[in-house]
């Protein structure tokens, strides 16, 4: 095994994001001169074999926040819902919320 390679993109391997090396397309990707040395550095340094295993390591990083931002949104949605179910709401009273969450802390702390 490659112990170069972080933990995060181990995982993204063992969970299919990886490709075959027939599956890849060659494409063009502009970067700024800060970017590029970036990349270079980490493949000079041995902490990457090249900069599409950089690339590849970052779409699979991507692919996995946008999953969770997915589910994330997902679970924000059926969180409205349900409040929406809840029927009409009532004006906020500050001091009420206030005293009751110091009574759930075991706080006496003055307003």
């Not at 970017?35 to 692919?63: K, M």
């Amino acid at each position: 095994m490659d112990t170069r390679r972080p933990d995060h993109y181990l995982w993204a391997m063992a969970a299919g994001v990886g490709v075959a090396v027939a599956d890849v397309r060659k494409i063009s990707v502009a970067l700024t001169e800060d970017e590029a040395a970036d990349l270079r550095a980490a493949v000079d340094s041995d902490a990457y074999a090249s900069s599409d295993e950089i690339v590849r390591e970052a779409i699979a990083d991507w692919r996995i926040e946008h999953a969770q931002l997915e589910d994330d949104i997902s679970r924000l949605r059926d969180l409205w819902d349900a409040g929406k179910d809840r029927g009409a709401t009532r004006p906020l009273d500050i001091e009420w919320t206030l005293v009751a969450a110091r009574e759930r802390l075991g706080t006496a702390e003055a307003v």
